[in-house]
């Protein structure tokens, strides 16, 4: 089984700061994707990273995949109220066939 | 389009009865999934079926069965029921045959076992 650790697993931080959320494994992924959660919901994708190295932007989201495809970050800048939610990364098996999730870093960001 | 739908969103079960959690997407995917997901452990594969007519066992399969009824439809069962089992459950569905990326996910069943 293919482990996945994020850190930190809970986040409280005021708007306008910048934060960073760290997913790592001793496993190499052929891809890992980020997705964020609301209350009630389910994840939403927001990013897949494919590529060794590879940085990816969405508005103030900054995704890197490491070097060596076993690990990602998650860079946020001048956080906001409506970043609130469970931040999933989850590593792809080289079969493809199968998804691991991290266990989710929780973050809220207050006016 | 409603995407990936479950029902029921919420259920709550004696130890030892039995139900079946419903799971329908429309846009065509090859492939379905059934998660379980606790408080601090992310999402926990149980059930997968890469394309209509195969499933596989995921990561906690023990205390549950799937079938996949037809292309649009993947169900779990729970066949009796035990607390360890309280958790919200989560279908979702991708389109690539035997691929993980870009998977859309149901709303959630909370079921609660006492």
């Known amino acids: 089984t293919q482990l996945l650790e994020q850190s930190p697993q809970f986040l409280s931080i005021q708007e306008g700061e910048n934060l960073t959320v760290y997913c790592n494994s001793s496993s190499v992924f052929s891809s890992l994707q980020w997705y964020r959660q609301e209350p009630g919901e389910g994840p939403v994708l927001l990013v897949t990273v494919v590529t060794g190295g590879e940085v990816k932007k969405l508005k103030r989201l900054t995704f890197q995949f490491g070097d060596a495809r076993k690990d990602s970050s998650l860079h946020i800048t001048a956080a906001q109220t409506g970043d609130t939610g469970l931040y999933l990364c989850a590593g792809a098996d080289n079969a493809g066939n199968m998804l691991t999730f991290g266990g989710g870093t929780r973050l809220m960001v207050k006016p | 389009n409603a995407g990936v739908t479950q029902t029921p969103k919420f259920q709550v079960l004696k130890t030892g009865q039995s139900m079946t959690l419903q799971c329908a997407q429309d846009?065509?995917?090859?492939?379905m999934y059934w998660y379980r997901q606790d408080p601090g452990m992310g999402l926990r594969l149980i059930y997968y079926?890469?394309?209509?007519?195969?499933?596989d066992k995921g990561e906690v399969p023990n205390g549950y069965n799937v079938s996949r009824l037809n292309k649009r439809e993947f169900s779990l069962r729970l066949e009796s029921a035990a607390p360890s089992q309280t958790s919200v459950y989560f279908c979702a569905s991708n389109s690539a045959q035997g691929r993980p990326d870009t998977q859309y996910f149901g709303p959630g069943t909370r079921l609660t076992v006492l």
């Open positions: 079926s890469a394309s209509e007519g195969t499933t």
């Open positions: 846009m065509n995917h090859n492939s």
